[in-house]
């Protein structure tokens, strides 16, 4: 995955914000159904970027909070 090189190069360098959609990905349908197995990867790709950056977020309440709902889209209600 790339987040991890995104967040070391952030650590370095100021990233700016670009109104323009620079880049696009898809899920297949069977991949947003409960049990879909990228679905599961990436939740657990998540899991663990926010683990090893959680230093990062250490008294930023706002980021805590939009991770943990970030989550909570990514495992559907069954």
Known sequence: EDWDLWIRLSRSYKFLHIKKVTAEF???AEDNLP???RRAK?????QTIYKKYHH???GKPEVISAQQRKLTRI???E
């Open 26 to 28: 898809s899920w297949r």
């Open 35 to 37: 049990g879909g197995k």
């Open 42 to 46: 990436f939740l657990k790709t998540m």
């Open 56 to 58: 990062l977020a250490v």
């Open 75 to 77: 495992v559907p209600k």
